[in-house]
């Protein structure tokens, strides 16, 4: 309370002082406390402050009225002065500086002249005029992106167990298993004005143990690496627009049949490329009003000519294994015709979502269609369970066919695990 009474005296005399002076000094009252020796009379009642608050208290007393807003500059310095002697005796601990550190030879300050409130407000100096025009505001425009990044990276698992007496099982065989499965998704969109190229990137691995293989303790149930990229043209509206479009598609590990060494698959064994031209895309999407994650969006290309190529790298895979007549003196198998595909994303809320992507190509002797379909039920930001069912049609002559579905093939999982979306 002492060194706060102090302190409001000080600029207390400050502003008076302000009134008094036309011409205003540097105050040495507001520079750091400077011990000049002249305490003689005041030195024993010094009191050192204690580690504790002071309980003492201060009383202002009002001064007489005349005296306080007296002119004299005598009077004012007098009072100054004492108000600075009360406040060095009270707060010894402040001072740390004494008169002796300093030259007598002090730099002489010039003098401030102070303007009188009239002056600040109504004179104007010319050599102050600023006689430039400013000219009108310029609005900030924001630097628009015109590539936008998104990725999806999924590692999930799933298991399955039978006791030997488990009705319904062969004992001759081991069905327990293991699977994990790994999903890396990657799209590069670049849009302006009326052009529009989009790129995805995806890399799929599932892998699962099967005991009935004594030479290797996991299998490879799904390997792929595909790259998709479209480039499009406006329209007749924002809907449609012309595309032309390429994806590849190859494996990374290799892969061998059951109990044996021979290859199934290799890097770049098959390798898949389908190239569509005179293409028209259509796309819509549709956001909910009452639910922000409520969305749906569709995606339809059709190419009017298309070449679908398969080729296979390793001399150890079997090529009869995916279409390619070896007996023929065949290198690599090419057709022509029509692809259609399409992509669809539905998001019923902030947990529940759908993906399916549909493609169909017909060389009008055989046909290659797949469906690939993700249900997707989030548990939190990080982790879901996922419900997958790939079908795929292949009737190409020499592809393995299957005892009950022919030229079907399916693959279906459900999975739990590691989930993040950015």
């Known amino acids: 309370m002492k060194k706060l009474s102090c302190i409001v005296l000080v600029l207390l005399f400050v502003a008076v002082n302000s009134r008094a002076q036309e011409d205003l000094w540097v105050n040495r009252y507001l520079l750091p406390p400077i011990f000049d020796g002249k305490f003689s009379k005041e030195l024993t009642n010094i009191a050192l402050p204690k580690e504790r608050l002071l309980s003492d208290t201060f009383a202002l007393k009002k001064p007489h009225p005349p005296r306080f807003y007296s002119d004299s500059t005598v009077y004012i310095n007098r009072l100054r002065e004492k108000a600075y002697r009360r406040f060095l005796r009270r707060n010894p601990s402040l ?19 102070q303007d009188s409130p009239e002056q600040i407000l109504f004179s104007v100096k010319p050599e102050n005029v600023v006689t430039e025009s400013i000219g009108k505001a310029t609005r900030y425009a924001p630097k628009i992106r015109y590539w936008q990044v998104a990725g999806s990276h999924v590692l999930q698992v799933s298991q399955n167990h039978l006791s030997e007496n488990w009705d319904n099982k062969d004992n001759k065989k081991n069905m327990d298993n293991f699977n994990v499965v790994s999903t890396q998704k990657m799209t590069f969109n670049y849009k302006r004005k009326s052009l529009q190229i989009n790129n995805l990137i995806e890399w799929k691995l599932s892998l699962y143990t099967n005991s009935n293989d004594t030479l290797r ?66 796309q819509t999407n549709h956001n909910s009003k009452a639910d922000k994650y409520r969305k749906w969006s569709l995606a339809v290309d059709w190419s009017l000519l298309s070449a679908q190529s398969t080729f296979v790298a390793d001399s150890l895979v079997d090529k009869k294994r995916y279409g390619i007549k070896v007996d023929e003196g065949e290198k690599y198998l090419l057709d022509w015709g029509s692809t259609l595909t399409a992509n669809l994303s539905v998001s019923f809320n902030r947990q529940l979502s759908f993906t399916s992507r549909f493609k169909y190509f017909t060389s009008f002797e055989k046909v290659i269609a797949e469906s690939e379909n993700n249900l997707k039920i989030a548990i939190n930001r990080y982790f879901s369970a996922t419900i997958y069912f790939y079908g795929r049609f292949n009737d190409t002559k020499g592809i393995p066919r299957d005892s009950k579905l022919g030229c079907f093939q399916i693959n279906e999982r459900f999975t739990f695990g590691f989930d993040y979306v950015w």
């Open 95 to 113: 001072v740390h500086y004494v008169k002796s550190d300093f030259s007598d030879q002090a730099e002489k300050m010039e003098s401030i002249r």
């Open 217 to 282: 303790r996991y299998r490879i149930a799904d390997d792929q690496i595909r790259t998709y990229s479209d480039v499009g043209w406006k329209a007749f509206n924002d809907k449609f627009t012309y595309s032309a479009n390429l994806e590849i598609k190859t494996r990374l590990l290799r892969n061998y049949t059951e109990n044996t060494n021979n290859y199934q698959a290799a890097l770049l064994s098959p390798l898949q490329v389908n190239l569509g031209l005179f293409g028209l895309k259509y």
